[in-house]
């Protein structure tokens, strides 16, 4: 037996852990992406994975909102870091946008009774 040979059970053992290995991941992916219970973002720019779009950003940070706006609509998702971030660049789109939290708004302030 010449040291080139390699045994026929660990060729198989290296295919059969080779055709295993995609399975927790393609599952790992589906309960990420098809079972999230979080709502899906508005549209934005492609960001890169570790700072976002914060390249996007310059001195002029009005203008470059109006000129993703365009592109992308009035409401938009913005990637800084690791916060997401939801831009409305409209009346519209903010009345919207804030419509749901204006019982929270309305309640009042939340007193807490102090402790002696």
């Known amino acids: 037996m010449d040291q080139t040979d390699i045994p026929v059970w660990k060729t198989d053992m ?3 852990l080779l055709l295993l290995l995609p399975i927790p991941l393609f599952f790992r992916y589906i309960k990420k992406h098809v079972f999230s219970k979080n709502p899906p973002l508005p549209p934005g720019p492609f960001s890169w994975p570790i700072i976002g779009n914060i390249h996007q950003m310059g001195r002029e940070l009005h203008s470059i909102l ?6 992308h609509g009035p409401l938009m998702s913005l990637q800084l870091g690791t916060q997401t971030i939801i831009v409305a660049s409209s009346p519209a789109a903010a009345r919207e946008f804030l419509r749901p939290m204006t019982k929270f708004c309305q309640a009042g302030r939340f007193h807490m009774p102090l402790q002696s």
């Not at 109006?66 to 592109?71: I, S």
């Open 66 to 71: 109006a000129n993703l706006a365009r592109v």
């Open 14 to 16: 290296i295919f059969f």
